[in-house]
């Protein structure tokens, strides 16, 4: 479900950016749909166009918010509620107690790390 909820997704983003890309230019900085009979402004008048363009972007944007919502829902149910505290350092073991192993989890960091110590330095290049 998830899959075909980003595949709809990306036909959205690409269809929005199609339509902004249709509109013209308030100032017309490119250069490009000016005033004149040809090219992409001919087929229907700017007014009609303007609206039918403004309706699509609309659309098509709203489209893309809630499909960007349950995205979001859907990838967040999945998951289980946790505690920042549930990942918080474990306290030093009363005297006489034996210091709880290390996990054998971690970040990368960590990892590469414990990595590191367990191999031998590596040797001079030899010339």
């Known amino acids: 479900?998830?899959?075909v909820l980003i595949i709809i997704h990306l036909v959205i983003v690409l269809a929005l950016i199609g339509v902004v890309l249709l509109q013209r230019s308030e100032g017309?900085?490119?250069?490009?749909?000016?005033?004149?009979?040809g090219g992409v402004s001919g087929f229907m008048?700017?007014?009609?166009?303007?609206?039918?363009?403004?309706r699509a972007t609309a659309i098509?944007?709203?489209?893309f918010f809630v499909t960007?919502?349950?995205?979001?829902?859907?990838?967040?149910?999945?998951r289980a509620p946790r505690s920042i505290l549930d990942r918080a350092a474990p306290t030093a073991?009363?005297?006489?107690?034996?210091a709880p192993a290390?996990?054998?989890?971690?970040?990368?960091?960590?990892?590469?790390?414990?990595?590191?110590?367990d191999q031998p330095a590596p040797a001079a290049p030899q010339q």
């Open 1 to 3: 479900m998830q899959t």
């Open 28 to 37: 017309g900085g490119m250069g490009l749909g000016g005033g004149g009979g």
């Open 45 to 54: 008048t700017g007014r009609g166009q303007a609206n039918a363009l403004t």
């Open 60 to 63: 098509l944007a709203g489209l």
């Open 68 to 78: 960007s919502i349950a995205l979001t829902v859907m990838a967040t149910s999945t």
């Open 93 to 98: 073991p009363a005297p006489g107690q034996q």
């Open 102 to 117: 290390a996990p054998q989890g971690g970040n990368v960091l960590e990892q590469l790390q414990r990595l590191q110590g």
